[in-house]
């Protein structure tokens, strides 16, 4: 008997997805049911039978199951009815247990080659990559086989997936590649007429509307409230546009151009009717620069030297015709003037007393002068050609210059007479003396760094230290002596340890010759200017960029710290003279030592100890009272402490003993006395380790697991005492015993928390909120609240009497909150994240639940912290290999320091009724200080006059 053809499922497929992508769904459905295939396709035969009109039923899984141990009938029956399964994927969906089963299921009926993905979020692959900081965004069911059994295989699958995310295929694509997929037909045959459909279509509705546009331009028609709507509707989406740019400029380190951003955000905000919400406030708050401008001083000529009084008050400007000018940091107008040289000012040194002016020129000339008189204070010193470079001893008694005919001439003061005159192959171009006065450094255009011995000067020549691959511009040695910065012709900033003789750094982002350098005179900052027309602040220790100061319109020549680092100037070729106010320093230490991320970091009872751990696989121990590393902790023979990345530290109450879990699935407990190990437990859990925490009485170590378990162990002996397997095999990423050590807290990736019995692991109940994996939590002092933390960007604040949220806190930036910590008073917060203005850390102040303080400082990710309970320091660690301290105390007084002065978005945004006047106001002035203006939807620097072309040797230089 012939067989009967098998009759053709009734849908042609079946959407699975997480009901928090329900408006991907809603979108997918419509548009699938609402597509005409094109004609010329209409009725091919394929795999899937002739090819339809439209693509008609599709079923669509509109609401996730309540609990239930099965899919039900329903579904099954239309998964066995559908031609292909289409996922909607995204993190959400990758952690959905539904979705999960519709793909094993599906996978199951022997149809795993009719699986087709959407992606709408995440990232593919991310579960296998936990360090990234991505989320993942296929379930498990997608990444691997499927057997008939319906479960899931260790054999990886290879899904077939179209990528409706910005800058990958788009949604449109996206569909036609699911379309495809669906009726079984070439992709590229389809996309080719689905063009060709889309222009007739453009057509026709052109034809259409240029019709109607001439049937009504004779028509009037009161369309106020359309057109009121219509211009909302733009200003709102001009806001979002340049709030976006505003984000890029933070990301390429340009800090006054996005603050530009921001205010033209803030006010096409405001004038579509709407106000920040509390993410974008947060964000635009926080766009304060380092070293805001406070005063822009205008020159009538180019400024090519400049030098700050020693007490800060007073700074005088070189010009390029000679002129010298004295100014007061407190007043723009110029105070006296006077002709100081016969060519233009290339050099200007304050004795260290500052009763002393010593300046040089391009007539060869080196003048003293009494200030702030313009008398000269000794007889002028004159060489045979321009003075390229000036330098004075710190005691006052040594004076160098280099020459435009290539000579290097030293001084002797005190005796008035030429120590040492030697003659160089090039030019040189900038001098110092080492902070001891033993040595002078010098560097030019044969790009070498020389250093004379002082003591031997007479008898001996320079020495060449290192060869460079481009001229030396420009040096500075950091307060302590223990640093030396090179500025290159080739962009770049060398970082020279002394001591070692040794390169540490090379910082990279001017686009220019760094023309100038100079440290912070607390040795933590140090500045830069270069013909790139900007001025860059880096952060010594970690040798990262902090921001980059705008607003001069020509190359940046000359910089100077006042005495007490409150003050920073910069003088250009662009005439103008631009006062900027350093902000006070939050950080206050730097411990360096790792050489991976910071994972874990711990303080000791006593508040004396700090210790930290990461990926390097170490554990180090830091001293309090001098900041220096005390020791590693280290195996039985000699070996790291952990054999893979250690994820979690915690101190025994006692703080004689500190317990470490990690990758590598080992609990080792150490003595902190010595750093040796002094149990441990191999294999503790089937997979990495991620917490660890001890009951307040210390008898009982927790600790949580990717495979979902909560394990409790006795001390000293690491038995096991029970495990808790309460999340449904999601990774566990947090643990926290209560006060009184009754409960056990958990965080899971199953976007709870889980509470239980700490005696005996019983159930207590979960605490529900979080839309995404839960990473952090804590109790409070009083046991009352608890907190967490989420990839949702939230922190929850939970009472435990009820079980509910009382309280969340925004700051984060749709970023996953990775860490808490909490004052020992209960009072200050401490959450660490990556936020897109890198402000990795935020303080918050739990009386009023409002953010007190942002703490900039770690690139990237700020993945853990702690706040010690006697001091309040807080310790912070993250993938920039750093450990950061802070102390709360100064955190606190310090916000908010200049605010009136600086803070310009933040003032606005606390004005309950802003007026777009007022925001207007906020522009202009940040228009001077940034030198940018809005052309389009584009941040310009502002033209400015051209420079006078030089006449003289200087000019040339």
């Known amino acids: 008997m012939e067989s009967q053809p098998e009759e053709p499922k009734k849908y042609w497929s079946f959407i699975s997805y997480s009901h928090q992508d329900h408006k991907w769904a809603e979108w997918l459905h419509r548009s699938l049911e609402s597509y005409r295939v094109p004609s010329q396709l209409v009725g091919k035969i394929t795999p899937q039978g002739p090819v339809p009109k439209r693509i008609f039923p599709i079923f669509r899984d509109r609401e996730e199951l309540p609990g239930s141990a099965s899919l039900g009938d329903k579904l099954n029956l239309a998964l066995e009815n559908s031609r292909s399964l289409v996922v909607i994927c995204s993190p959400n969906s990758a952690i959905s247990h539904w979705v999960n089963q519709e793909v094993k299921n599906y996978k199951a009926l022997g149809n795993f080659h009719r699986v087709f993905c959407l992606i709408v979020a995440g990232e593919p692959g991310a579960s296998a990559k936990p360090d990234s900081g991505l989320l993942e965004c296929f379930p498990e069911a997608i990444r691997y086989h499927v057997d008939m059994d319906c479960q899931v295989t260790n054999v990886p699958a290879e899904p077939i997936a179209a990528d409706a995310r910005p800058g990958k295929d788009g949604k449109r694509d996206a569909l036609i590649k699911l379309l495809a997929g669906i009726l079984d037909v070439d992709y590229d045959a389809l996309k080719q007429r689905e063009k060709r459909r889309r222009v007739w279509r453009i057509f026709r509705w052109t034809l259409l509307v240029a019709t109607i546009i001439a049937a009504l331009t004779s028509v009037w028609y009161d369309g106020y409230q359309d057109r009121i709507a219509a211009e909302a509707a733009k200003n709102h989406r001009f806001a979002d546009l340049l709030l976006k740019k505003s984000k890029a400029a933070i990301k390429s380190g340009r800090d006054g151009v996005a603050m530009f951003y921001g205010a033209h955000a803030l006010k096409h905000r405001l004038l579509s009717g709407e106000k920040p919400n509390p993410r974008e406030s947060d964000f635009l708050a926080s766009l304060e620069m380092e070293a805001p401008q406070i005063a822009t001083y205008r020159s009538e000529e180019e400024v090519m030297a400049v030098a700050f009084e020693p007490n800060g008050v007073h700074f005088v400007s070189g010009s390029d015709s000679g002129r010298l000018t004295i100014w007061n940091s407190n007043k723009t107008r110029p105070g006296k003037s006077w002709q100081g040289h016969d060519g233009s000012i290339s050099a200007i040194i304050f004795s260290p007393q500052g009763e002393q002016l010593l300046t040089a020129g391009a007539d060869g000339k080196i003048r003293f002068w009494s200030f702030p008189k313009q008398t000269s204070s000794r007889t002028e010193i004159t060489t045979n050609s321009p003075i390229t470079a000036m330098a004075l001893s710190h005691d006052n008694r040594y004076l160098a210059v280099a020459t435009l005919d290539r000579k290097l001439i030293i001084w002797d003061l005190v005796e008035n007479r030429i120590l040492k005159s030697q003659d160089f192959q090039q030019r040189l171009n900038a001098l110092l003396f080492t902070r001891q006065g033993r040595a002078i450094i010098a560097g030019g255009d044969d790009r070498t760094l020389w250093r004379l011995n002082l003591k031997t000067a007479e008898k001996k020549p320079l020495q060449p230290l290192k060869k460079f691959n481009e001229p030396i511009r420009s040096l500075a040695t950091s307060p302590d002596g223990n640093y030396l910065a090179i500025g290159s012709w080739d962009t770049t900033i060398y970082i020279w340890h002394v001591q070692d003789n040794k390169k540490v750094a090379e910082l990279d982002g001017h686009d220019k010759s760094v023309e100038g350098l100079?440290?912070?005179?607390?040795?933590?900052?140090?500045?830069?200017?270069?013909?790139?027309?900007?001025?860059?602040?880096?952060?010594?220790?970690?040798?990262?960029?902090?921001?980059?100061?705008?607003?001069?319109?020509?190359?940046?020549?000359?910089?100077?710290?006042?005495?007490?680092?409150?003050?920073?100037?910069?003088?250009?070729?662009?005439?103008?003279?631009?006062?900027?106010?350093?902000?006070?320093?939050?950080?206050?230490?730097?411990?360096?030592?790792?050489?991976?991320?910071?994972?874990?970091?711990?303080?000791?009872?006593?508040?004396?100890?700090?210790?930290?751990?990461?990926?390097?696989?170490?554990?180090?121990?830091?001293?309090?009272?001098?900041?220096?590393?005390?020791?590693?902790?280290?195996?039985?023979?000699?070996?790291?402490?952990?054999?893979?990345?250690?994820?979690?530290?915690?101190?025994?109450?006692?703080?004689?003993?500190?317990?470490?879990?990690?990758?590598?699935?080992?609990?080792?407990?150490?003595?902190?006395?010595?750093?040796?190990?002094?149990?441990?437990?191999?294999?503790?859990?089937?997979?990495?380790?991620?917490?660890?925490?001890?009951?307040?009485?210390?008898?009982?170590?927790?600790?949580?697991?990717?495979?979902?378990?909560?394990?409790?162990?006795?001390?000293?002996?690491?038995?096991?005492?029970?495990?808790?397997?309460?999340?449904?095999?999601?990774?566990?990423?947090?643990?926290?015993?209560?006060?009184?050590?009754?409960?056990?807290?958990?965080?899971?990736?199953?976007?709870?928390?889980?509470?239980?019995?700490?005696?005996?692991?019983?159930?207590?109940?979960?605490?529900?909120?979080?839309?995404?994996?839960?990473?952090?939590?804590?109790f409070s002092p009083d046991g009352k609240n608890l907190y967490s933390s989420s990839a949702d960007s939230s922190i929850h604040i939970w009472d435990m009497a009820t079980k509910t949220v009382k309280k969340r806190l925004m700051g984060h930036h749709q970023r996953m909150v990775w860490s808490l910590a909490l004052g020992a008073n209960g009072r200050w917060l401490v959450s660490g994240s990556h936020s897109d203005d890198r402000q990795t850390l935020r303080l918050w102040d739990l009386i009023n639940g409002r953010l007190k303080a942002r703490l900039p400082g770690h690139k990237d990710f700020a993945v853990t912290t702690a706040i010690s309970t006697g001091k309040e320091l807080i310790a912070s660690g993250g993938t920039d290999n750093m450990v950061r301290l802070w102390s709360l105390d100064k955190i606190t007084a310090v916000d908010g320091e200049n605010g009136a002065a600086t803070d310009f978005i933040n003032q606005s945004l606390r004005v309950k009724n802003l007026k777009t006047a007022k925001v207007e106001t906020l522009l202009k002035r940040l228009g001077k200080m940034t030198n940018q203006e809005l052309i389009g939807s584009d941040a310009m620097p502002i033209v400015q006059p051209k420079a006078r072309a030089g006449t003289n040797a200087a000019t040339r230089f």
Not at 577 to 585: G, N, S, T, Y
Not at 736 to 756: H, K, N, R
């Open 518 to 778: 100079a440290f912070h005179p607390s040795g933590n900052r140090l500045a830069s200017v270069s013909l790139d027309e900007t001025v860059r602040l880096w952060e010594t220790g970690s040798w990262q960029a902090l921001t980059t100061l705008p607003g001069h319109g020509h190359n940046v020549t000359s910089l100077a710290f006042d005495q007490v680092g409150k003050l920073l100037i910069t003088g250009s070729r662009d005439r103008s003279i631009r006062l900027w106010q350093v902000k006070a320093e939050k950080t206050l230490a730097l411990l360096q030592g790792h050489t991976a991320t910071v994972r874990a970091v711990a303080f000791h009872p006593s508040d004396n100890i700090l210790v930290s751990a990461g990926d390097d696989m170490t554990i180090r121990s830091w001293n309090l009272e001098t900041m220096k590393e005390l020791f590693t902790f280290k195996q039985d023979g000699n070996k790291e402490a952990h054999d893979d990345t250690v994820r979690g530290v915690a101190f025994h109450p006692m703080g004689k003993i500190l317990a470490s879990v990690g990758r590598d699935r080992a609990i080792r407990v150490w003595d902190v006395s010595n750093g040796e190990m002094v149990a441990q437990r191999e294999n503790a859990h089937d997979h990495w380790i991620f917490a660890t925490a001890f009951s307040p009485d210390g008898k009982t170590l927790a600790t949580s697991s990717y495979d979902g378990i909560i394990k409790l162990w006795s001390i000293p002996s690491l038995q096991e005492l029970f495990s808790i397997d309460g999340h449904n095999s999601k990774p566990v990423g947090g643990v926290a015993f209560s006060p009184d050590g009754t409960i056990l807290a958990s965080a899971s990736d199953d976007m709870t928390v889980g509470l239980y019995s700490s005696s005996d692991g019983s159930d207590l109940g979960k605490l529900r909120g979080h839309s995404h994996v839960v990473r952090s939590l804590l």
